[in-house]
C-alpha cells in the first residue's frame, strides 16, 4: 500500500485546514488508518486514528474538539479537518495505515506510512 497525504501549508492561529491521505496498491478497506505529527526536537504522537470500515475513531485529548478524521473508502482516501489551530500544532503530519482483521482503531500496527505534509500555524 502507498500512501500520499496532502493539504498542509502555513497558517494563521485560528485557521482550519483539511488534509487529505491517498491510498493505492491495497484493498483500502482491509485497513486502519491513523494521522501522526512530528514536531521539530519531539517525539512522534498519534493524533487521531479511524478504524477499517470508520465506524470507530480516536482522537488524542491534544486535540480534542478541534480535529476529527474520516475516511471514504470509496476513495481509498482519509481526511483530517483541522480547526481552530494552535502554533502548538505545527508540525509535519503523517498518515500511515496498518491491516486488521477486526474493526479495531488502536489494535493494528502501522506498516504503511505517507511521506509527510508540513503544516505551520503562525502566532
Known amino acids: 500500500v502507498q500512501l500520499q497525504a496532502s493539504g498542509g501549508g502555513l497558517v494563521q492561529t485560528g485557521s482550519s485546514l483539511k488534509l487529505s491521505c491517498v491510498a493505492s496498491g491495497g484493498t483500502f478497506g482491509s485497513y486502519a488508518v491513523g494521522w501522526f505529527r512530528q514536531a521539530p526536537g519531539k517525539e512522534r504522537e498519534l493524533v487521531t486514528a479511524?478504524?477499517?470500515?470508520?465506524?470507530?475513531?480516536y482522537v488524542a485529548g491534544s486535540v480534542g474538539g478541534r480535529f476529527t478524521i474520516s475516511r471514504d473508502n470509496a476513495k481509498n482516501t482519509v481526511f483530517l479537518h483541522m480547526d481552530s489551530l494552535k502554533p502548538e500544532d505545527t508540525a509535519v503530519y503523517y498518515c500511515a495505515a496498518g491491516y486488521s482483521d477486526v474493526d479495531a482503531v488502536l489494535g493494528p500496527s502501522y506498516t504503511y506510512w505517507g511521506q509527510g505534509t508540513q503544516v505551520t500555524v503562525s502566532s
Open positions: 479511524i478504524s477499517k470500515s470508520g465506524g470507530g475513531t
